[in-house]
């Protein structure tokens, strides 16, 4: 009761700054996505154009979790674990993706595997074109996203105590096996965290995707894209109906962050 | 710490699914450490079993369901046959024309014709947009530009041929639309004509010529009305609307969004924006017709380079299609002016030019071009409207 009484003024000053700035736009969006009606919210979601840009980001978004779960692993494991020279850079690179703009990633991107690009320049008599096609939005995200999974698993590998590997060396267990059986088991919740953030984040993803996907619809329109060409075109309804759904599903993805590590998992564990 | 304590024991211990170890292992752990030491084992079987199960199933369940979802129409056996696709490019304002009116006719008229069922892929932007992206490799193989100086782009960059356009059907242009105004209900500020947008106080939304062709034909036909009433008067003209100029979108649609966000008192556009949702009674602004503007003439390429050989004659046969009378009476329909003018009698909402003019009187686009849009407002009135 006290713990509430104190709250009260501290938590309320955070609602009002919250309402403007987070909960009333999110809220516009369904508003505006429902106001025809729930069969209009429907026929929109329901159409070709529609169907195929959220299945095809939800497709792109677990491609790049695969993909980062597996770099992000390694790129955490080689820095937490070894010592070399450079490390500390390559650190950094690692994590630059978080520092530089959506937009120039796509750009320079678009500068190297484009037709007009250095290594584009050499695939093109090949027949193989990344860019404006899935696996160029796929590259995009893998680049914007890696960051994150790096962040949610490398705090994990340096806190873990040293002494279970030891261990796991002393009865002549290989490398492979000591990341296997000891390191593997223990990074589970960082290694799921990871992924959810990074499925959350390319699910999301504009700056770079409008760059490098040509926005075709029914063959490279993301989500995301399709929103922005709705509401450029004026056909604000269309856009909000898939925001709506875009937004509900990172409601379900955060749910599962949060229930499954904070109440659950960390809760429990910090409580010991 | 109990864990490692049976050394062996427990690698070989944990080659078993850890979920069957330790089902209550937490599964997610907010970017938070875990400790590797596994439950003591004797809690498995007390109460709670089952919503452990949920906790750990239940996710895993809902992700391959979303999948699946997500994958559907790509796995074997569910979908049909893939139909040929023509990919095609337009500028921003042919979106509804296009998809709505063109593209389904033309699917109906190529099936009669050969039993064969397409399927078009398009995207809708700036001309400029579309150009670049089109420069920069996306794969159109035909594209519909508000500029003739666009598709000039893509011929010398190796696209398309030289001027191939001129050879399709009325020198590659598609349609037509004169420039207007719009105002908001009641034109409060009493905006007549493009003279009226200099005044000091009028906002205009204007689109932006480094992207929208529709913001090139805008320049012209603002710097044109000024020169039809005394020589020298365009440049005049141009430095009063563009000190005025509070928005510059991306793209003739997307400053017709703003515009009708609530944001400034005119915006510059083509007609058919107009005359396409007053015909559905979605109008919300007034129009003003000036008394002397241009109209715009939008222009067909055939992306070469893009073009398989084996898809060429289906290709050209869409091109074909669009000056066919019932593409040109579908774009009348949405508010084109069609080529043809007998179409233009059937749509009763298109609104009366005094003086209209065309780029030809400026010389073609390739004077226009150099001469006025970049050494009058790009170089001249640009830097000194914003001063």
Partial sequence: ?272 | MPALAAGGAFLSECALPDSVLYPEVPLIVLLMKTSVSPRPRGRVVKPGVLRDRLRFWGPIVLGAALLLYAAWPWLPGTGVARPRTVVFYGFSILGEAMDGGVFPAFQKSWREKTGEKIEFVSSFGGSGTVTNQILLGVPAEIALLALEPDARRIASAGFARRDGWKALPHGGVVNRTPFVILVRPGNPKGIRGFADLARPGVRVVHPDPLTSGGANWAILAEFGAGERERAGGGREMLLGIWKNVVAQASSARAARTQFENGFGDALVTYEQEAVWDRSRKKLRSDVVYPASTILSEHTLVIVDRNVRPDRRALIEAFANFLWSDEAQRIFVRYGFRSVDDRWNRGQPQFGTIADPFSVADFGGWTRAKPEIIEKVWRDDVLPKAHR
């Fill in chain 1, 1 to 272: 009761m006290s713990d509430n009484r104190r709250a009260a003024v501290p938590a309320g000053i955070l609602v009002l700054v919250l309402l403007p700035l987070v909960l009333l736009p999110l809220g516009a969006v369904f508003v505006f996505a429902f106001r025809g009606g729930f069969p209009a919210f429907w026929n929109v979601v329901r159409s070709a154009d529609a169907q195929f840009a959220l299945r095809f980001s939800i497709l792109i978004a677990s491609a790049t979790a695969v993909v980062n779960g597996v770099l992000g692993t390694f790129a955490a494991y080689v820095l937490a674990k070894y010592r070399f020279f450079g490390k500390r850079p390559l650190g950094v690179v690692v994590n630059l993706p978080v520092a530089i703009p959506t937009v120039v990633v796509g750009t320079s991107l678009l500068l190297l595997w484009g037709p007009i690009g250095w290594l584009g320049k050499v695939l093109d008599p090949l027949g193989f074109h990344p860019m404006f096609a899935p696996v160029g939005i796929l590259l995009a995200h893998v680049f914007v996203t890696l960051p994150y999974m790096v962040g949610a698993v490398r705090p994990v590998l340096d806190e873990l105590e040293t002494t279970y590997e030891e261990a796991a060396y002393t009865i002549g267990a290989s490398r492979w096996q000591t990341f296997r059986f000891v390191i593997l088991p223990a990074l589970r919740g960082g290694l799921l965290s990871g992924i959810l953030l990074t499925f959350a984040h390319s699910l999301g993803e504009f700056g770079a995707t409008v760059m490098v996907s040509g926005n075709l619809r029914l063959r490279t329109q993301t989500a995301p894209l399709y929103i922005f060409a709705q509401f450029e075109a004026g056909k604000i309804a269309e856009a909000n109906a898939v925001a709506a759904v875009l937004a509900a599903l990172s409601f379900v993805i955060f749910f599962f962050l949060l229930t499954y590590g904070v109440g659950g998992g960390a809760g429990r564990a910090g409580r010991r």
